[in-house]
């Protein structure tokens, strides 16, 4: 078979039949406006663009005040762009403002009680502490209670932020500064005595009843009659407020309070009749009964609590060294008489006599 047989025998190639490629020619729009084309989902944003937004809800006080506290609220979006975003081919889609997290609170610790506390309480501690007392003492100290810390020690104004100790070497009672331990010393050193009107402790006086501090008054008195101090130096006004109640049966005006030295006829421990007439087991060794003992006169003097902030420091050291300078003069009386214990304390404190 030739070549030229092949050709009339079999038909030229040809997709007639098979695909339609007119269907897939591009064929313009003349009906369309003339530039360039855009796409219908940018022109569906862009005409939603042009409506100005509704103006956003003020948030309420809650979340106002949490969103200017929190630092990590995010800030709020500037709107001023908002009118130039209208005129842009492409504009941004606005996000949402996250809402800020929500203020953590922190529970606080509740405040100790300033009421009364009965002695159940504190059972876990020791029930007081014992006196410091001896014959021929100077001055007798009586404070208010034990404090936890005084408790817990077993030595009297034991806690850190009690001026006691101070308040005695700064107006001359001690010729130094005395530490809590040395509380058993002061008779034998000083002739200074310790003791309380009530024995059980607590934290503050506020968890004292009237009642207990009122009962106490009848014990200051036989320690006074029994003992013979010279001096007695109630330390706080609240002491001093509970034996007038007691005396008098009412309380004391701010008229009739005062602090330092007290009339005689207020003396603690007086004896009905002849004062060197004591009973027995009311007498102490070592101790003058004189006849023409009057009582132990007192002087009120500030709490030395660190609680107590009725005065400032040196107020409280203004009434503290009314006491000290009739201690030094005492001493200085005494030591001429030939008291040994008046003479040493002098000494330590450079006092000549």
Not at 98 to 124: D, E, F, N, V
Not at 185 to 200: D, E
Not at 303 to 328: N, Q
């Amino acid at each position: 078979m030739t070549t030229e047989t092949a050709e009339k025998t079999h038909p030229a190639p040809s997709f007639a039949g098979r695909l339609e490629l007119n269907s897939f020619r591009y064929t313009p729009d003349t009906t369309a406006p003339s530039g360039p084309r855009r796409s219908p989902r940018l022109l569906s944003q862009a005409s939603s663009s042009s409506t100005p937004p509704a103006p956003a809800k003020s948030p309420s006080p809650t979340k106002r005040k949490a969103s200017s506290i929190d630092p990590t609220a995010a800030e709020p979006e500037d709107t001023s762009s908002s009118s130039s975003s209208t005129t842009s081919t492409t504009t941004t889609t606005r996000q949402p403002t996250p809402s800020p997290r929500k203020r953590t609170t922190t529970t606080k610790k509740p405040k100790p009680s300033t009421g009364y506390a009965p002695p159940s309480a504190y059972s876990h501690l020791p029930p007081g502490i014992p006196d410091a007392l001896a014959p021929n003492l100077l001055v007798f100290f009586i404070g208010l209670n034990p404090g936890i810390e005084t408790a817990r020690r077993g030595h009297a104004y034991a806690h850190p932020s009690n001026l006691f100790w101070k308040l005695l070497h700064a107006s001359g009672v001690t010729p130094r500064r005395c530490d809590p331990s040395e509380d058993r010393t002061l008779p034998a050193r000083y002739a200074l005595g310790l003791t309380n009107i009530v024995s059980r402790p607590s934290r503050s006086g506020a968890e004292l009843s009237k009642a207990e501090m009122d009962a106490g008054v009848a014990v200051l008195e036989a320690k006074c009659r029994r003992w013979r101090p010279e001096a007695v130096c109630v330390v706080g006004k609240s002491i001093w407020e509970s034996i007038f109640r007691v005396r008098k049966g009412r309380g004391i005006t701010s008229a009739e309070f005062r602090y330092g030295w007290q009339d005689e006829g207020e003396n603690m421990g007086v004896v009905e009749g002849d004062p060197s007439q004591v009973q027995e087991d009311e007498k102490e060794e070592g101790v003058v009964y004189a006849p023409d003992w009057k009582g132990a006169r007192i002087f009120v003097a500030t709490s030395t609590s660190g609680l107590a902030a009725s005065l400032r420091p040196h107020e409280k050291e203004a009434i503290w060294k009314e006491l000290g300078d009739w201690v030094v003069e005492r001493r200085r009386e005494r030591a001429r008489e030939g008291d040994e214990v008046a003479k040493q304390a002098l000494e330590v404190a450079g006092i000549t006599v």
